[in-house]
């Protein structure tokens, strides 16, 4: 297993080095220990990978659709062949087990290029009779698109932007986050293994600076960002500057009501979903779970017993369900609302330290008796601590759980088919569940409101947000002029 990547960037179609830009240790978080390193693009990458996505869109863009959704597909397959592969290279830059990695990682990648693969055919546009006359419209590509990406899915993030704006017949460059800088590269490569012509998809590493260069560029007509709310806001920002499209998949405190009729095991199975897969690092998780006064205890003895069959450890170990933080940092940030929960006098279930082995792993862990003023129910951590809350009816709980400037996700846990209904129709969340969490299928839109996001990633609507239309009026008469 190669951890090294063969070189920092991949642009038209091959591997690019410069040693110039800044390096970027690649850091194993089972262990901490530096498993390779990549260079951050200079200003010179940057511009190479800009202009060479923009050169190959205008003839990406010509072919049909069926041409590209073929090598979209054919990448989808490669990429399953391979899957085995490639979730041991997403555990090594994520530190998540590959119990999980070998589940939705690449295979979720798949699907994305798939389900594009299969739409990219049926782009049309429509007619419209107006009597003797008529326009028709043209969905076209938007050009050059800039996917940037959090740490938790580099494969799947790389993957949900790209598929869509590679159907559509737009170009893509991808910087992943500087912190999980290795399987980005890996499905570039796999694309143009594929077939996809050079420079269609480029990936190029780096902080945010190499982020800013990339969305300040007068050739990129759409930024699709996976990241933290004030990223959001700053990127969000530069591209209106310039009038660009975007896509903003942010951050989230979102809730998960559970009511004192739900089935007890599946709404445990739902919070530990909801809080704990990936280390708790998804944007999307029920990380404020309302609990009904009259399952309350019944639901935390229930949630700290499956807690305890976690297995903790080796993530390579395909026994293992949950590892590490991603980084040190993450991890830091974690352990820093741990103590303001216990300090702002929420009750400690389990968890709340530092596991005693290397790298970065944090305990699952769960407070009860949150209220909604404390810093552990407002922000978000993105790590393994779920909050607790109680309520005592339908209507405190939907205005509670609304009651936040975020809106990625909701759920809600109750036998009555009404009030599931009645309840998530009431919460301001884009991706909601019902008796269910964070079931993230492609044929499924995906996205928040609020300061959660803008755009939807995903399903057909994701085509909306990767080309635009263009209408064509054909007069069949004679023009008339007043002069
Ligand atoms: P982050 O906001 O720190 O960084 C995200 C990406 O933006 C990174 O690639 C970073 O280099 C880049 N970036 C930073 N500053 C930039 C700038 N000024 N211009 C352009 N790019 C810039 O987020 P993170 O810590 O990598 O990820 C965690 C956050 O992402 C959490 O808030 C989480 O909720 C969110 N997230 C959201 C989704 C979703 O789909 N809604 C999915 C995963 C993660």
Not at 280 to 291: E, L
Not at 313 to 336: K, R, W
Not at 345 to 351: E, K, S, V, W
Request: charged residues 20%; aromatic residues 8%; proline residues 4%.
């Amino acid at each position: 297993m190669q951890l090294q990547p063969t070189a920092s960037h991949f642009i038209d179609g091959a591997y690019v080095e410069d040693t110039e830009g800044a390096p970027i240790d690649i850091i194993y978080p089972a262990t901490g220990q530096v498993i390779g390193r990549v260079h951050a693009a200079t200003p010179a990458i940057v511009d190479r990978a800009l202009a060479s996505a923009e050169a190959a869109q205008r003839d990406w863009a010509r072919r049909t659709g069926r041409e590209r959704g073929r090598i979209l597909t054919r990448a989808a397959a490669i990429i399953r062949e391979r899957n085995h592969e490639l979730s041991v290279l997403e555990t090594h830059d994520t530190g998540k087990p590959l119990q999980e990695t070998l589940a939705v990682d690449a295979t979720s990648a798949a699907d994305a290029l798939e389900y594009f693969g299969g739409l990219a055919a049926s782009l049309t546009g429509e007619h419209i009779a107006l009597g003797e006359d008529w326009v028709y419209t043209v969905r076209e590509p938007l050009g050059v698109c800039v996917g940037i990406g959090a740490w938790n899915y580099p494969t799947q993030i790389a993957a949900w932007k790209g598929a869509p704006a590679l159907a559509c017949g737009n170009a893509m460059v991808f910087k992943p986050s500087e912190t999980t800088p290795i399987c980005a590269l890996k499905l570039a490569e796999i694309l143009v293994e594929a077939g996809l012509p050079k420079g269609v998809y480029n990936v190029v590493q780096g902080m945010g600076e190499v982020g800013a260069a990339l969305v300040g560029d007068p050739r990129v007509a759409k930024v699709s960002l996976t990241g933290s709310v004030p990223t959001g806001r700053k990127v969000y920002a530069a591209a209106a500057a310039q009038m660009k499209h975007v896509t903003m998949e942010l951050g989230g405190k979102s809730p998960l009501i559970i009511f004192d009729d739900a089935d007890l095991d599946n709404a445990v199975g739902g919070a530990i979903n909801g809080n704990f897969y990936s280390s708790g690092q998804v944007c999307s998780n029920g990380t404020r779970v309302f609990v009904q006064k009259g399952i309350k205890e019944a639901f935390l003895a229930r949630l700290a017993e499956r807690l305890g069959d976690a297995v903790i450890g080796d993530p390579l170990d395909e026994a293992t369900s949950f590892g590490p933080m991603v980084s040190a940092a993450q991890m830091n940030i974690v352990l820093g609302y741990v103590d303001k929960g216990k300090a702002e006098g929420a009750r400690l279930i389990c968890g709340g330290q530092r596991l005693a082995r290397d790298g970065f792993y944090v305990a699952p862990t769960v407070f009860a008796d949150v209220s909604d003023d404390m810093t552990i129910a407002r922000e978000e951590i993105f790590g393994p601590v779920m909050s607790v809350l109680d309520f005592e009816d339908e209507a405190e709980a939907v205005a509670r759980a609304n009651a936040t400037e975020f809106g990625l996700s909701a759920g809600v846990f109750t036998r009555d088919l009404s009030r599931a209904h009645r309840v998530i129709g009431q919460m301001q969340a884009g991706s909601c569940f019902i008796n269910s969490y964070n079931d993230a299928p492609v044929e499924a839109p995906f996205g928040g409101v609020k300061a959660s996001g803008v755009g939807r990633e995903n399903s057909k609507e994701a085509i909306q947000h990767y080309s635009q239309v263009k209408s064509v009026y054909v007069r069949m008469g004679d023009v008339e002029a007043p002069f």
